[in-house]
């Protein structure tokens, strides 16, 4: 049978497998290890620490959870972990998933006074039955697991951004600044970002995706969400599919950005399905993008969502709906690299 009439011939699945397979073939090298991490800002520490494990030949689980920990524990980090920005109450709440390998799961949300939501997600993944857990019930979990569940209390910088932020108390969630040219001050933007200390805006959730040298992929995706939401609000990370999946025979990815139009359209589930499809890691997560736009009630250029990917192969890419999204990528070919993406509006 020819390649041609063989095609004909396989159901919608069995191509999609097939074109990717081929694809894998005539790709030279593989690359193994690999881990990416959404921007750059944030990435490099995220990624030292994550190849610090997958170098010494340990599991993309491991790694990537002890990676995003680095933007959990950093109090200084507007949009992840307990220095983040508050909901509009005051109050820290954080949301995080993972997913390894094998297609085990876990996720929590909504959870107040937690320094590692990714661990806890982690152990609901090993340890339960279920795939989430939010609130008061996984504080209680997180308690029965010997985890400390500390007071609300907001750091320096985010005390600041909220007292700002307080002024007006306009609901106006927006979740990038990256998008602006302007400086802070002079945006019109309500949501006041933590600036780094080399002048470059602070950013939103890190997702990070890694494929380890026996070829296992896993994912994990950590955030506080938009500063200053509703209280209850909960965005893509936590949930499997939009801010993160993974698919071990073919790729995992995951999302930044505002995580409403992300969870409209199953976002990282979709990029991963057209990996399965053969398109590279760039090129699904731009087609991701267009059917976000497709579909999206609101206006693209008020929002952004960004996009990263990586395919069994150890391929690599990603795509943004507005410019300004970058991340990291770091392997044997690349140390700690920054990758600026293509975006569909300029
Ligand atoms: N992407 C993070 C959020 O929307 O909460």
Not at 17 to 32: D, Q, V
């Amino acid at each position: 049978m020819n390649r041609r009439t063989l095609l004909k011939t396989l159901s919608l699945g069995g191509i999609g497998t097939l074109i990717f397979n081929s694809k894998a073939e005539t790709n030279k090298k593989t690359i193994r290890p690999l881990v990416i991490s959404t921007w750059h800002n944030q990435g490099v520490a995220a990624n030292t620490a994550a190849w610090s494990i997958l170098n010494n030949g340990g599991s993309a689980l491991d790694a990537v959870e002890l990676g995003v920990q680095q933007s959990e524990n950093d109090v200084n980090n507007c949009c992840v972990g307990l220095g983040a920005n508050p909901d509009r109450e005051g109050i820290v709440t954080l949301d995080a998933s993972i997913m390894d390998h094998m297609g085990r799961c876990g996720a929590v949300a909504f959870v107040e006074g937690l320094k590692s939501p990714i661990s806890l997600a982690r152990m609901v993944m090993e340890k339960t039955p279920h795939v989430m857990l939010v609130g008061q019930g996984a504080q209680q979990f997180a308690r029965e697991q010997g985890m400390e569940i500390l007071p609300n209390k907001l750091s320096e910088n985010a005390q600041e951004s909220y007292n700002n932020w307080l002024i007006k108390s306009e609901y106006q969630p927006v979740i990038n600044i990256e998008q602006s040219n302007k400086p802070a001050e002079e945006s019109k933007i309500t949501v006041p970002p933590a600036k780094l200390e080399n002048g470059e805006f602070n950013h939103d959730t890190i997702g990070m995706v890694a494929i380890d040298s026996k070829g296992n992929l896993s994912g994990a995706c950590t955030t506080s969400g938009m500063a200053f939401k509703m209280r209850g609000r909960v965005g893509d990370s936590p949930i499997i599919g939009a801010g993160l999946y993974v698919d071990n025979k073919i790729g995992a990815a995951t999302s930044s950005g505002n995580g409403e139009e992300v969870i409209r359209t199953c976002g990282s589930f979709l990029v991963v399905e057209f990996m399965r499809q053969g398109y590279h890691p760039t090129d699904a997560c731009k087609k991701a993008v267009q059917r976000l736009m497709e579909i999206t009630p609101t206006n693209p250029k008020s929002v952004q969502i960004g996009f990263i990917a990586i395919n069994k192969a150890g391929e690599h890419g990603g795509f943004s709906l507005n410019p300004g999204f970058d991340y990291t990528a770091t392997s044997n070919e690349e140390l700690h690299q920054k990758h600026v993406l293509k975006s569909m509006l300029k």
